[in-house]
C-alpha cells in the first residue's frame, strides 16, 4: 500500500503521487500565507529601521530585542526569501522552466517564489522527489512568521503622555506602573492606561 511521503496517511486510489491531498492543501495554503506573513513581519522591522536612519524616533532603543533578532533572523540573509527562491530554482531546474525572473525587492521575490510554487502544488505533491523536504521548510517558516508576528504584537511599545507634557516611551500591556521623570507622578497599573497615547512627533 502507498502513504504520503509526508503524513504516512494511506494514499487513495486517486491520489497517485508522493503526497496525499491534505498536505497539499496545507501546504499550498502556506504558500500563499507566508508573503502576507513576510511583509507583517518587515513592519515590525521598521521602527528599527527609522530609528537607525534619524535617531529621534523614541522607543527604539526600548524596542524588544529577543523578537527584533527573530525578525531578522527570518527576513535576513538565509531566510525565508532566500530559502524560497532556491526552492523554485530547483523546481524550475526539474519542469524546465528557465530561470527565475529578477522581480524587485525582497517581499516581491517571496511573492513570485511562492506564487509559482503553489501554482505547481499538484506536480509538487505528486511528483517532486524532494516533496517532504519542502514541506518541512514551508511549515517551519510559516510557523516561525507567524511567532514574529503574534510575539511583536504582545510585547508592543507604546507611549504615552503624562499631563505634565513628557512622554512615557516602552509601556506594553505587561507594564506594571511607571513613573514620570520629568514631573515625578507615579502610575499604577489602572491610572497608566488612563493616560492618552503621546503625539509620536513629540515623543
Ligand atoms: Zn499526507
Ligand atoms: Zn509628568
Redesign the pocket.
Known sequence: MNV?V??R?ALRTDEAGH??R??QERGTGWLRALPGLYAAAEDHLAPARSGAGGGRVSGSKHAPLPVRLNVLDAVGPGGVVWVIAQWEDVVRDQLEFGSAPSRGGYLETLTGSCRLLADQAPWLYGSFNAVDELHGELRSWHARLSAVSDGADRERRITLACPCGAALTGVTLSTPGRRCDACGAQYGWTELRGLPLADRSAA
Open positions: 504520503c509526508i503524513c496517511r503526497a496525499c491534505i498536505c
